[in-house]
């Protein structure tokens, strides 16, 4: 059978370490490394592109596939964080998060909606976390019960028909203009994320 970009995402997405950010070329030896089952096809190199194989178009494909590409439309492989930090982009599968898969179990069905939001805390004046809920008041419930000093405010959110969408669209915007980020923390103005924050709608 040969490659095609779904194999691709479906491989890269469990081969990936979550949080860990990579290059286009290091996922390309990342698959190159796990997968064995190349065909001829896969093998060889393009017209346009004589000095590669093929298949490193289609893992170079297969990321625009992020929704934190916006110069693309397919937006498919949504656990896909993408930024630019640079010249070249970069790309990170999101960890699981425990807060929220537990606000899911609760819930009787999900269809993909729910909140963006801002969360500020004044023990790092300079940082904005933006992150995504089924349930924005559990979520906020949830944050003032892991901080003794009740400290995270919720700066600022948006309702979305997909939160796991819009969420990497705003990292990726935040992720151009940060100074500094850490997951999803980013260190930039307040109010250049809530600008970022209403150009989800």
Same mark, same amino acid.
């Given at each position: 059978?040969?490659?095609n970009q779904d194999?691709?995402?479906?491989?890269?997405?469990?081969?990936m370490t979550p949080g860990q950010?990579?290059?286009?070329?290091?996922?390309?030896?990342?698959?190159?490394?796990?997968?064995?089952?190349?065909?001829?096809w896969d093998k060889e190199a393009l017209p346009s592109e004589p000095h590669r194989p093929r298949w490193h178009r289609l893992v170079t494909n297969a990321v625009r596939m992020s929704p934190g590409r916006d110069d693309y439309d397919d937006n498919s492989w949504v656990s896909l964080r993408t930024r630019k930090p640079s010249r070249n982009y970069q790309y990170s599968i999101s960890p699981k *998060?425990?807060?929220?898969?537990?606000? &899911?179990? $609760?819930? #009787?069905?999900? =269809?993909?909606?729910?909140?963006?939001?801002?969360?500020?805390?004044?023990?790092?004046p300079d940082w904005v976390k933006i992150g995504m809920s089924a349930d924005i008041q559990a979520r906020i419930d949830a944050y003032?019960?892991?901080s003794p000093a009740k400290d995270y405010i919720i700066a600022d959110s948006v309702?979305?028909? *997909?939160?796991r969408f819009s969420e990497? &669209?705003? $990292?990726? #915007?935040?992720? =151009?203009?940060?100074?500094?980020?850490?997951?999803?923390?980013?260190?930039?103005?307040?109010?250049?994320?809530?600008?970022i924050l209403h150009s989800l709608h």
């Amino acid at each position: 059978m040969t490659l095609n970009q779904d194999i691709i995402k479906e491989m890269l997405s469990e081969e990936m370490t979550p949080g860990q950010w990579y290059e286009v070329k290091q996922l390309i030896k990342l698959f190159e490394t796990k997968y064995s089952n190349f065909t001829s096809w896969d093998k060889e190199a393009l017209p346009s592109e004589p000095h590669r194989p093929r298949w490193h178009r289609l893992v170079t494909n297969a990321v625009r596939m992020s929704p934190g590409r916006d110069d693309y439309d397919d937006n498919s492989w949504v656990s896909l964080r993408t930024r630019k930090p640079s010249r070249n982009y970069q790309y990170s599968i999101s960890p699981k *998060d425990p807060i929220e898969e537990a606000i &899911l179990r $609760h819930m #009787r069905e999900d =269809d993909g909606s729910g909140h963006v939001y801002l969360v500020t805390n004044p023990a790092w004046p300079d940082w904005v976390k933006i992150g995504m809920s089924a349930d924005i008041q559990a979520r906020i419930d949830a944050y003032q019960t892991y901080s003794p000093a009740k400290d995270y405010i919720i700066a600022d959110s948006v309702a979305v028909d *997909d939160r796991r969408f819009s969420e990497n &669209l705003a $990292h990726r #915007r935040a992720s =151009d203009i940060a100074r500094n980020s850490s997951g999803e923390w980013f260190e930039l103005d307040l109010n250049s994320a809530i600008d970022i924050l209403h150009s989800l709608h």
